[in-house]
């Protein structure tokens, strides 16, 4: 009987081991390497990659501050046309060298930017038109305002503005707004505060924020440096901050909830420097739940002991905490080893890449040691225990300064690395790492083609270039084999990554409303996009078919509000003028006259709802009589001088606290304003 059992046993173990091994070679699984490879894509790109974002073009804006003396990327002539010789003082002058650089994907190649100032330890955001809004820095650089306009001609450059920050923005975080184009500035060293950009008016400063007190280490260079910032589905923010993390509402400058405490010791933050993600959001809870991850970090005294030789080992827990809903608790689990500086990348496939860091020590100049070299790939959906894989190490040590973006084609971008506060290339432990890679991931193996979409487009429709939240759109692929019964449609917000943040970096999951495949093995599908900007703010979306867990090449789609800050078509800036009367009142601007406006129906408006509008002659006027004679468009917002509307989300600052509009206060409450950037 014994015998019996034992051969039955035998058999079942036999059949699934056979039916383990059909599917992976029915999924090309066979003799593929699941831990990745490495590619070497430059030598020298010339600056170290301490700042980088994937724009919607293509290309990847790299940049280094600009105080750390000569990069290795000589430039013949200075920015200001004067040129560059062969002197003792022109090899050793620092605007004789780049200190950007953009990257283009398809031909591996980069070229020269222009800084004005030093964005060293900066902040940055795309804008809803793609626009890479940049903030803060060092020095004369630290209340400075940046903002890179990608373009085809490879003619852009940055472009700097008169305005500045309120406050000193060094190590500081932002995010981008569900409203009109946002974002919020927070902490920065020695700066308890946030501030908007643009402002709703001149007189707007920044507002304190008491919870940066409290979080403070003063011992330990901060510790509550580069907070985490995550957009949560209600609307608020939730910001960590050492160990510390709340709910807070920035339209009402309140603390809404206030979670516990992560558990593990330690700190998580500048220059205890660990990372965080939002875990993919999904259609099928609505996008409502939220789930925020932390991982990494460094021992508690960490920073002073590396200041003093001893490197203490960094922290090797995760955290994972639902913020939405009544319940609140830190889930923990460990890491495959210790690690600090790492970045974490929302892959495709909803899978988060742990990449970069250190073993042991601190951020700062010569405060690490011990290079982790081996990524960790974690599966959110895994059970605990078996969320973990070690991928392939490199050769490379990236550590502080270091950096890591998703690029179209799925793999992992890769550079930067200087624990130094020069370019140190010989005769040191960890030289200056100027050397460009990318990690590929095991689904971009040449033996799962055949089960990757391919041809993916996008149609809008309507002659839209982009799509409108909770609307459907089509999208086609080809597909040579019957899909899997697990297709996964994801929106990737691409973030600004710089010391182990990525800020903005987002991913949801789409519902697919129907799927239908030809012969041909042509696949037609219609997608529903996200309801709302406080799921995914307006702005370009990395789009991907994952069928299987085999991703396709990504596609750029731009999810737009209908009221996207007057970024419309040339043909709706027209209706404008329609709706304006009375135009035979002048005042001269630059020697020409322009009309005061005044807009039916507006005052009869406010009137209905216990307001009264005094007096309606604003600014507005300006840009719409510039608009009229072909002076601007709307579509440049950001080119110059132009105005547009932004809510207000805290109290104005006229004399007798009436809303503030443009030039003007007025009488009741209104919630709208004119603010600029430039």
């Not at 991913?507 to 697919?512: C, E, P």
């Not at 807009?599 to 309606?616: A, D, N, V």
Request: hydrophobic share 35%; net charge positive.
């Amino acid at each position: 009987m014994a015998d019996k059992n034992s051969l039955l046993v035998s058999i079942k173990f036999m059949s699934v081991a056979l039916l383990w091994l059909l599917q992976c070679f029915q999924y090309g699984m066979a003799g593929v390497d699941r831990k990745g490879r490495w590619v070497l894509l430059l030598n020298n790109m010339g600056v170290v990659g301490v700042h980088m974002a994937l724009t919607h073009h293509n290309t990847v804006i790299i940049f280094d501050q600009t105080g750390v003396g000569p990069s290795r990327y000589r430039l013949r002539r200075r920015y200001n046309g004067t040129r560059c010789r062969d002197t003792r003082d022109d090899l050793t002058d620092s605007t004789c060298y780049a200190h950007s650089v953009e990257y283009d994907i398809s031909s591996n190649r980069i070229r020269p930017l222009e800084l004005y100032t030093d964005p060293w330890c900066s902040s940055g955001s795309f804008l809803s038109n793609g626009t890479l809004l940049q903030l803060g820095g060092f020095e004369k650089g630290s209340r400075r305002i940046r903002y890179f306009r990608p373009c085809g001609d490879r003619e852009c450059d940055w472009k700097q503005s008169k305005r500045l920050l309120s406050d000193e923005r060094w190590y500081a975080s932002n995010l981008l707004l569900p409203e009109n184009d946002r974002v919020i500035v927070v902490g920065g060293r020695r700066e308890f505060s946030y501030e908007f950009v643009p402002k709703i008016s001149s007189d707007e400063k920044s507002f304190g924020l008491p919870f940066l007190h409290r979080t403070y280490d003063r011992n330990a260079g901060g510790n509550n440096l580069y907070p985490f910032l995550h957009l949560s589905s209600d609307g608020n923010l939730f910001i960590f901050a050492n160990r510390d993390s709340i709910l807070f509402s920035y339209k009402r400058n309140r603390v809404i909830k206030t979670f516990p405490r992560i558990p593990g010791g330690g700190s998580r933050n500048y220059p205890s420097s660990g990372s965080s993600v939002i875990l993919p959001l999904d259609y099928k809870n609505r996008f409502l739940r939220v789930e925020v991850m932390v991982c990494g970090g460094a021992a508690s005294g960490a920073y002073r002991a590396a200041r003093q030789g001893r490197f203490l080992k960094g922290l090797r827990s995760c955290g994972r905490m639902v913020i939405t809903g009544d319940t609140h608790k830190w889930r923990m689990e460990n890491m495959p080893g210790h690690r600090l500086l790492n970045d974490m990348v929302i892959l495709p496939t909803g899978h988060i890449l742990i990449i970069n860091g250190a073993k042991r020590g601190a951020a700062g100049y010569n405060n690490a040691r011990n290079a982790s070299l081996q990524p960790y790939l974690y599966k959110p959906k895994k059970s605990l225990g078996r969320r973990f894989t070690v991928l392939k190490s490199t050769k490379i040590a990236r550590m502080y300064h270091s950096s890591a973006i998703l690029l179209p084609n799925g793999r992992v971008l890769i550079g930067g690395s200087n624990t130094h506060n020069r370019y140190a290339l010989r005769n040191v432990a960890y030289p200056t790492e100027l050397r460009l890679q990318a990690f590929v991931p095991h689904y971009m193996d040449r033996k799962y083609h055949k089960f990757r979409p391919s041809n993916f487009t996008i149609q809008y429709g309507h002659g839209h270039n982009g799509i409108k939240y909770g609307e459907e759109f089509h999208v086609q692929f080809h597909l040579g084999r019957r899909p899997s019964k697990d297709v996964d449609f994801t929106a990737y917000a691409p973030p600004f990554t710089t010391h182990s943040l990525s800020m903005n970096q987002r991913m949801l999951k789409l519902r697919s409303k129907s799927m239908v495949r030809a012969k041909s093995g042509l696949v037609n599908v219609f997608l529903e996009a996200p309801p709302s900007p406080r799921v995914a703010p307006p702005g370009y979306y990395l789009l991907t078919v994952v069928n299987g867990g085999i991703p396709s090449i990504s596609k750029w789609v731009r999810l737009r509000n209908e009221l996207d800050g007057f970024q419309k078509k040339e043909e709706e800036d027209n209706v404008i003028f329609k709706k304006i009367r009375n135009w035979s009142k002048f005042r001269k601007i630059n020697g020409r006259k322009r009309p005061r406006v005044r807009i039916p129906g507006l005052r009869k408006f406010l009137r209905k709802r216990g307001r009264f509008l005094s007096r309606f002659r604003v600014s507005l006027a300006k840009v719409l009589w510039r608009l009229k004679n072909g002076q601007a468009h709307m579509n440049d917002l950001l080119g110059g001088n132009y105005l547009f509307m932004q809510p207000n989300p805290s109290p104005f600052r006229c004399a007798d606290r009436r809303p503030y509009l443009g030039t003007h206060c007025l009488h009741g409450k209104s919630r709208y304003s004119l603010g600029r950037i430039a």
